[in-house]
């Protein structure tokens, strides 16, 4: 399989506990993304790296939220101290360097905070 | 003003009906857009790119209208399988944001 690989699929954890997700995008793309999801809406920009540079990143990462993508390929996405109001689907996506940004997305890692 | 919003749905409709999906958008700047597909407790899923002269793609037909801001899905002979929640997606710089999207059931 080809696609972008997000694991965990699933994380429960208690409120206070850290948690971190690994996203693999598809390999020849060096655009990444994270998003964050919940019930009923759209999925929400998180932030953005460029190969290994963390380019934008939405007013919805706290400060207790840290993405990182050392060697351009591979991401994390750790949130420290969770809070209840953390439990979401965070959403991987990739895409091509191209102006018309077409996005790749992996299947998600839905996190419970208990 | 939402910068991306849809029709709220749900759509219920037979199976072989033609159904539309509409959305508007508020920033004139917006260089890109996209229909999503998204089953439940799935990821989204990239349907359609919506090109300024409208395209098809078997049953899909997508328009876009710059001048009011508007994209439009359009599924033709609809089967069991296109059930599930369409969004309607612009691309401004890197980020994508979504609409909610609206919910189709296509009913036997």
């Known amino acids: 399989d080809t696609g972008v690989s997000q694991n965990p699929r699933h994380k429960i954890t208690k409120r206070g506990q850290n948690v971190t997700f690994r996203c693999d995008p598809i390999s020849e793309h060096n655009r990444l993304y994270w998003y964050r999801q919940t019930l009923g809406q759209g999925p929400e920009f998180l932030t953005y790296?460029?190969?290994?540079?963390?380019?934008?990143k939405s007013r919805l990462l706290s400060d207790r939220f840290s993405a990182e993508r050392p060697k351009g390929s591979f991401s994390t996405l750790e949130i420290q101290r969770t809070e209840q109001g953390d439990s979401a689907m965070y959403l991987c996506?990739?895409?091509?360097?191209?102006?018309?940004?077409?996005?790749?997305f992996g299947p998600g890692t839905r996190l419970t905070v208990l | 003003r939402k910068e991306v919003e849809q029709d709220p749905g749900p759509f219920n409709v037979p199976e072989g009906a033609t159904v539309a999906f509409n959305c508007t958008y508020s920033?004139?700047?917006?260089?890109?857009f996209f229909w999503y597909r998204q089953d439940c407790r799935k990821e989204p899923k990239l349907l359609m790119s919506?090109?300024?002269s409208g395209n098809e793609d078997g049953r899909f037909t997508a328009q876009l209208n710059r001048a009011s801001q508007y994209i439009s899905l359009l599924i033709r002979d609809s089967k069991l399988s296109d059930s599930a929640t369409y969004l309607c997606?612009?691309?401004?710089?890197?980020?994508?944001?979504f609409g909610k999207g609206t919910k189709l059931s296509v009913i036997p």
């Open positions: 997606v612009v691309n401004l710089g890197y980020q994508l944001t």
């Open positions: 920033n004139s700047a917006s260089q890109s």
């Open positions: 919506v090109y300024s």
């Open positions: 790296f460029q190969n290994e540079a963390q380019l934008e």
């Open positions: 996506a990739s895409s091509l360097d191209n102006h018309y940004n077409e996005q790749f």
